[in-house]
């Protein structure tokens, strides 16, 4: 099979938050939909490995900030390719809060919403979180980034050298050198298995 083919699938590119106590965290997701209108529902699938996972099982309330096309690449490093189990994620970082007590970014992106989860289903690697839309905002008008566009316009080409061997993880960029790729590899970016890689 061709994995590339789900990449054809459109996606949005959002920044999702938690609160617990006084740590604020969040992270880079790409499957958040909409469910029902009325009662407004809302589901977010996220990574068991993300730091930001625990905090939602655990309080049961989120934000989803959706990015724009204006949005740069550093954001995507700083919320997607860092533990913010190690680090404070909020640091240096312009944000609002919202009634939810959860934190929203202004910059880079154009509306968010506040949920409060009423079921999740496990999925494996991820947990689908379906949640009660609770708040939100329009925030501007510029148009929603989509994976196909981050990867088109914003996600830089990793320099790739004719003297290395290794593979290239298709989400977030990183290089894995040497042969061969094991089967059971996690991207440590941005925890994507060893099919998201392809050879350089």
């Given amino acids: 099979m061709n ?34 209108e009325k009662p407004n529902r809302i589901a977010v699938a996220v990574n068991k490995s993300n730091y930001t996972h625990g905090m939602i099982e ?15 690449f550093a954001t995507y490093k700083h919320w997607g390719f860092q533990s913010g189990a190690q680090t404070d994620k909020t640091e240096a970082i312009a944000f609002r809060r919202a009634e939810n007590g959860v934190i ?7 509306a968010y919403l506040s949920a409060k989860v009423i079921s999740s289903v ?37 320099p790739v050298s004719e003297k290395k061997k290794g593979y290239i993880c298709t989400v977030c960029g990183y290089i894995y050198e040497g042969e061969p790729l094991p089967d059971d590899f996690i991207c440590p970016w941005c925890k994507h298995p060893a099919s998201d890689f392809k050879p350089l």
């Fill in 104 to 110: 929203y970014l202004e910059d880079e992106c154009n």
């Fill in 58 to 72: 655990r309080t049961g309330v989120f934000n989803v900030s959706v990015l724009t096309e204006q949005s740069k």
């Fill in 3 to 36: 994995t590339e083919a789900l990449y054809k699938i459109s996606y949005g590119l959002y920044i999702l938050t938690a609160h617990e106590g006084d740590k604020e965290n969040g992270c880079i997701v790409n499957t958040v939909m909409q469910i029902t």
């Fill in 122 to 158: 496990d999925m494996g690697t991820h947990t689908l979180f379906l949640a009660d839309v609770t708040d939100g905002a329009v925030l501007c008008n510029e148009p929603s980034v989509t994976y196909a566009y981050y990867h088109k316009n914003i996600k830089p080409a990793p």
